[in-house]
């Protein structure tokens, strides 16, 4: 069984920046890939960004390439999603996955979920 905690959302300026970070309680999280997803009013839950457990693997969502960076400190169990140059639909409830599963880029599956944490750009 893992615990996961996000933290770091708040609200920002268009163009601006926050770093969300997911911090793993139990099982090492060193054995799990992890992942953010995001869920805005109205829409469905989508994946934004995945890290494979050794951190040596990453995929992201077309639409925050360039922008986001997911990334991971197993001696902490925490796992990071950097977010630059932030847009206004880029505000949305995050929250942090852990997958158990082999890793198939494009096919993450959580096992675990966080509690989500807020971000809200402002235009």
């Known amino acids: 069984q893992v615990q996961l905690v996000e933290s770091g959302g708040g609200l920002v300026q268009a163009g601006g920046s926050l770093r969300l970070s997911c911090a793993a309680m139990?099982?090492?999280?060193?054995?799990?890939?992890m992942g953010w997803f995001r869920q805005a009013p109205g829409k469905e839950r989508e994946f934004v960004a995945a890290?494979?457990?050794?951190?040596?693997?990453?995929y992201y969502l077309d639409s925050v390439k360039g922008r986001f960076t997911i990334s991971r400190d197993n001696a902490k169990n925490t796992v990071y999603l950097q977010m630059n140059s932030l847009k206004s639909e880029d505000t949305a409830t995050y929250y942090c996955?852990?997958?158990?599963?082999?890793?198939?880029?494009?096919?993450?599956?959580?096992?675990?979920w966080g509690q989500g944490t807020q971000v809200t750009v402002s235009s």
């Open positions: 139990g099982r090492s999280s060193g054995n799990y890939h």
């Open positions: 890290i494979s457990w050794s951190g040596g693997n990453t």
């Open positions: 996955a852990a997958d158990e599963r082999s890793w198939v880029v494009g096919n993450f599956l959580p096992d675990y």
